[in-house]
């Protein structure tokens, strides 16, 4: 990414208060929407704390999803090279740059705004992003992080803040009932941890749960013949009917429950075993042994 300079002693932040949050709501016409996932951080430590645990410095591009109305842009800002936020609402989007001019003026070229769906973004502008930090739409966050991780091979690291359960859902390990589609996904990808637990009250709206912190560090994912699309189908099909044998839930996508038995034993995985009990790479080596009459 080239050297970059140290942020001079003036490049500082003025972080948005509770009541700024709510002033500045108002101003735009904004009420927080279920359908957008929106509940804004307007607590300072908090912000603080996600920067702080991502571990971004001034050589990082971040890229952020949901900014919202500014908090936790503003709080990274100070420490990293450039933060480009994606914002699905226009209302939003349009008013993030002249917040950011008014309580950081001189951070205010570190910005770029894209107003587009984290979901469906095609391309992220700019230098090449190096992390991902963000508060996730609670109603998106697993589709979110899949489609970044992949859609961005430079990112090295990710903390994002996600509903608890979901937390739970994206870092557990193999043999547990929570571990499912977005574990195994997820560690196509990365490795993952909990990096923290968040209360309600630093929302605004407050959300009926809580929330937790996940930091994922990128790692190479498993050597296999087989191209991750495939993978995951093997994943997904696993899980569709979590409470079957993997011989039993794999019948279709191998065609028969016989060819998937075939498949399975061929890739030295137990067909009476079922897909809780399986780490990514065995779901790799599954995708390569499907009956090349069905693939």
């Known amino acids: 990414m080239g050297v970059t300079q140290t942020p001079a002693p003036d490049d500082r932040s003025r972080l948005l208060t509770p009541a700024d949050v709510r002033v500045l709501a108002e101003r735009l016409g904004v009420r927080p929407t279920k359908t957008l996932g929106q509940n804004f951080v307007i607590d ?26 500014g908090s936790l842009t503003l709080a990274l800002l100070p420490h990293v090279r450039r933060v480009t936020a994606i914002e699905i609402d226009p ?20 910005l770029t705004v894209v107003r587009d769906d984290a979901m469906r973004v ?52 193999p043999g547990g009932r929570i571990y499912g589609v977005p574990s195994a996904k997820v560690a196509w990808y990365a490795a993952a941890r909990r990096a923290g637990a968040v209360g ?4 605004w709206p407050a959300p009926n749960v809580d929330s937790g912190l996940v930091e994922l560090v990128r790692r190479t994912p498993p050597e296999t013949r087989a191209t ?22 794999l019948a279709g996508w191998a065609g028969s429950a016989p060819a998937a038995e075939r498949a399975l034993r061929a890739a030295g995985v137990d067909p009476g075993a079922r897909g809780e009990s399986l780490r990514v790479e065995d779901f790799a080596a599954i995708a390569e042994h499907r009956p090349a009459a069905d693939g």
Do not use: C
Request: glycine residues 6%.
């Open 44 to 69: 300072h430590g908090t912000v603080r704390r996600i920067v702080r645990v991502a571990g971004v410095g001034e050589d990082d591009v971040v890229v952020e999803v949901g900014p919202g109305l």
């Open 91 to 110: 209302v939003l989007a349009e008013a993030l740059p002249g917040t950011v001019a008014e309580h950081a003026p001189g951070l205010a070229d570190r």
């Open 122 to 173: 095609a391309e992220v502008p700019g230098p090449a992003p190096t992390a991902l930090v963000a508060n996730l739409p609670y109603n998106v966050s697993v589709p979110v992080l899949l489609h970044l991780l992949e859609l961005l091979p430079s990112l090295e690291r990710v903390l994002v803040m996600v509903q608890s359960e979901v937390a739970d859902r994206i870092t557990a390990a």
């Open 200 to 203: 309600r009250n630093v929302f």
């Open 228 to 249: 991750r699309e495939e993978v995951f189908r093997v994943i997904d099909a696993a899980f569709a009917q979590r409470r079957k044998t993997l011989r039993a839930a």
